[in-house]
């Protein structure tokens, strides 16, 4: 009989990472490729630095980048994009201006060249961004009647008071004002190669792809405009914010605790710290409110990480009924993690779950050119994912603790909770100070 060794299931932390190549072209664009062969495909990431662009034109220009050129039509743009068996978007975030593609690996300098087009010889045609700018303005007035949306929204004013951060999605009245002559100026003032990160991952020769890229790309010029976001303000925890949605079956519970940047020593401990909190289905939080006392199904934390700053945030959807008891366990469960250990099995469990995860993500050519764009955008390489695979390796629990309280205890959380006042006051003030505020 043969005996096989079955293979061990804790992730090892030594991570095989795929070459990749860099160069950085003299507009100033950085073009970073890396082969992944699994499928005949390629990737496209380009995120363009955007920080500082009037909100509600930057954002109807990224949903207006494809509407056309000077020499195509959006239907002509899409046409040349599915013959090669691709498309491409964009997207927005406080930061950048992400476009993403795919195409169909021998496709690739067709939809360069397209992409060149859009940065280079943009239209924006009136009835085109007309169209663009509708379907915007019902999408934002759609999110407005979203208690998410608006309990996020809350949020973030608490979190940033004055900071360009604080306010992430425009009124519906500011974008029906947009005109296609200011996109048209704020894209020749704003979307410049100059610091840009364009990310290439698939079944390519990584130096052809780059020489296609400057072939392609080399006409994207322009200098670069100063994207330096001022710094985070720190969080003032303060009393809790109440907003009144009078009528909610629902509250919307929101916090916001602090958390360091991606490359901070206390990051992989901070990740452990949150996953064992409530990072994940088998966390302490989770296993509370969800299975023990059934208060709510996907309550769920995450570290959020902006260039000026990184927060973790806390969020979960409860009835109205159990809004004071939710609260309370999410209090007792913060306390508790910042003021005992966890245990070992804990935070091996934790361990095991962010490194399978970790490489999870990277074991599809759309998650690796995801992770590769994500981390250059921050000065990041690849590289950067080995050494925070080591770092999680190797946390211990005394580090898991000491970060826990210091940055989980629940009197350093911001709060929000948005939901029926007139039925969720009392029993949230008999746990926290209470100021009503406005969505």
């Known amino acids: 009989m043969?005996?096989?060794?079955?293979p061990d299931l804790v992730p090892d932390a030594k991570l095989k990472l795929p070459k990749q190549v860099e160069r950085t072209l003299p507009g100033g664009l950085t073009v970073i490729a890396i082969r992944r062969a699994s499928v005949p495909l390629v990737e496209l990431r380009l995120r363009v630095p955007f920080s500082k662009a009037p909100?509600?034109?930057?954002?109807?220009?990224?949903?207006?980048?494809?509407?056309g050129t000077g020499t195509m039509s959006s239907i002509d743009i899409a046409a040349e994009l599915q013959a090669v068996g691709g498309g491409l978007s964009a997207g927005l975030d406080p930061d950048r201006l992400l476009i993403t593609g795919n195409a169909l690996a021998g496709g690739l300098d067709r939809m360069l060249e397209i992409l060149a087009s859009v940065l280079t010889d943009p239209a924006y045609p009136k009835a085109e961004v007309a169209?663009?700018?509708?379907?915007?303005?019902?999408?934002?007035?759609?999110?407005?009647?979203?208690?998410?949306?608006?309990?996020?929204?809350?949020l973030l004013k608490r979190m940033y008071g004055n900071h360009p951060y604080a306010v992430q999605t425009p009124e519906p009245e500011q974008v029906r004002a947009v005109r296609p002559g200011q996109l048209r100026s704020l894209h020749a003032d704003r979307v410049r190669p100059n610091g840009a990160v364009l990310v290439l991952v698939g079944?390519?020769?990584?130096?052809?792809?780059?020489d296609a890229a400057e072939k392609a790309l080399g006409s994207w010029t322009g200098p670069g405009r100063d994207e330096t976001t001022p710094a985070v303000p720190p969080l003032e925890p303060g009393p809790l914010?109440?907003?009144?949605?009078?009528?909610?079956?629902?509250?919307?519970?929101?916090?916001?605790?602090?958390?360091?940047?991606?490359?901070?020593?206390?990051?992989?401990?901070?990740?452990?710290?949150?996953?064992?909190?409530?990072?994940?289905?088998?966390?302490?939080?989770?296993?509370?409110?969800?299975?023990?006392?059934?208060?709510?199904?996907?309550?769920?934390?995450?570290?959020?990480?902006?260039?000026?700053?990184?927060?973790?945030?806390?969020?979960?959807?409860?009835?109205?009924?159990?809004?004071?008891?939710?609260?309370?366990?999410?209090?007792?469960e913060l306390g508790r993690i910042a003021s005992l250990p966890p245990g070992e099995e804990e935070l091996e469990q934790a361990r095991n779950y962010a490194l399978g995860t970790l490489r999870l993500g990277m074991s599809t050519q759309a998650g690796?050119?995801?992770?590769?764009?994500?981390?250059?955008?921050?000065?990041?390489?690849?590289?950067?994912?080995?050494?925070?695979?080591?770092?999680?390796?190797?946390?211990?629990?005394?580090?898991?603790?000491?970060?826990?309280?210091r940055f989980l205890a629940p009197a350093q959380a911001v709060t929000v909770v948005l939901g029926d006042a007139e039925k969720i006051a009392a029993p949230l003030s008999a746990l926290a100070t209470v100021e009503q505020g406005a969505a």
């Open 241 to 332: 914010l109440l907003v009144d949605r009078p009528g909610s079956v629902q509250s919307s519970l929101r916090m916001a605790l602090p958390a360091v940047p991606r490359t901070d020593p206390q990051y992989a401990p901070l990740q452990l710290a949150n996953l064992i909190f409530g990072g994940y289905f088998s966390s302490r939080w989770v296993e509370n409110l969800r299975e023990d006392k059934g208060y709510t199904y996907g309550p769920h934390t995450s570290i959020e990480h902006y260039l000026a700053g990184s927060a973790l945030m806390v969020a979960a959807e409860v009835a109205t009924e159990v809004t004071g008891p939710s609260l309370l366990e999410t209090l007792y």
């Open 131 to 154: 169209t663009e700018r509708d379907r915007l303005v019902d999408h934002i007035q759609v999110a407005l009647m979203q208690p998410a949306h608006l309990a996020r929204t809350a």
């Open 203 to 210: 079944d390519i020769n990584p130096e052809k792809a780059i």
């Open 2 to 6: 043969n005996v096989h060794t079955l």
């Open 368 to 405: 690796l050119a995801g992770l590769a764009s994500m981390y250059a955008s921050f000065g990041l390489r690849l590289e950067h994912l080995r050494e925070h695979s080591a770092a999680l390796a190797t946390t211990t629990l005394d580090q898991v603790a000491d970060v826990a309280s």
């Open 55 to 67: 909100l509600p034109r930057a954002t109807l220009l990224s949903q207006s980048l494809f509407t």
